[in-house]
């Protein structure tokens, strides 16, 4: 019996990969997050059992724990189980995590790469990650650390480092982000973009500088852009990487 930790992509069913589809048609057991798009649970095949495991705010602390049972119990009764996790499996998905708990259980494991949000969400924002004169790399962190975690990240270093900066799980931590980034030297007028639900009709752009981060709302799920590429939308409306173009509402480009 094998359990694939398979990435759902930023959203777009249209950005699953081939291996996902196959899978999601083919599976017995499909064990999805609270964040997974409505449109790619329709490609569920009609027979296979759907368990929704997504997590909630106040859900109860052994959350994860209970998410390891459900798969190694799933593995038992099934030949093809799916573990759908949005973007990524290992970009701040615990898909690591369920793996080592699979093999340990004796489970076999298979992982489908998807496309991670920390990418695909300024791409259809029509942002760069990196650029020539801008940005030569960049880095993604996540705005919710572990608090029980010996090491934690040096927001100084970040400020520092003069790549992009990508912060995923960061929207209700806009003005400590911003606090900590213009204390490590970070300039004020850094621009700064924020997706929300990227790649879905309910995409939207907001563009704002570091000084005035701490005073814009940002709904979740949404991904934080910092850096200069984040003042450049080099797509226009025909743009073939626009996915959304006319649901995603953008505020006016400093450039």
């Known amino acids: 019996m094998t359990v694939h930790l398979v990435g759902a992509g930023p959203g777009d069913p249209d950005l699953l990969t081939v291996r996902a589809l196959k899978l999601l048609e083919a599976a017995d057991v499909v064990v999805h997050d609270r964040l997974v798009d409505p449109r790619i649970l329709d490609l569920i095949a009609p027979w296979a059992e759907v368990i929704d495991v997504g997590k909630r705010p106040g859900g109860p602390t052994d959350a994860q724990d209970r998410i ?119 300039a004020p007028d850094t621009p700064v973009a924020s997706i929300e639900s990227a790649t879905t009709s309910a995409q939207r752009t907001l563009r704002t500088t570091l000084s005035e981060l701490d005073s814009q709302i940002i709904n979740a799920p949404a991904v934080l852009v910092i850096g200069t590429v984040a003042g450049l939308d ?20 400093p450039h």
């Open 68 to 186: 390891h049972d459900v798969l190694v119990g799933a593995s038992r009764r099934a030949d093809t189980v799916v573990r759908l996790k949005g973007g990524d499996p290992f970009v701040f998905g615990r898909g690591g995590e369920e793996a080592e708990a699979l093999r340990r259980a004796g489970v076999q494991v298979a992982v489908v790469p998807g496309i991670t949000s920390a990418i695909a969400g300024p791409a259809a924002a029509g942002i760069p990650v990196t650029m020539r004169g801008h940005a030569s790399g960049f880095t993604v962190v996540t705005g919710h650390e572990d608090p029980v975690a010996g090491r934690h990240l040096d927001w100084d270093a970040l400020a520092r480092l003069g790549t992009t900066l990508i912060v995923l799980m960061g929207a209700s931590r806009t003005a400590a982000i911003a606090e900590r980034l213009l204390a490590g030297g970070m």
């Open 234 to 253: 080099v797509m226009d409306e025909a743009g073939l990487g626009r996915l959304v173009a006319d649901a995603t509402v953008n505020e006016p480009s």
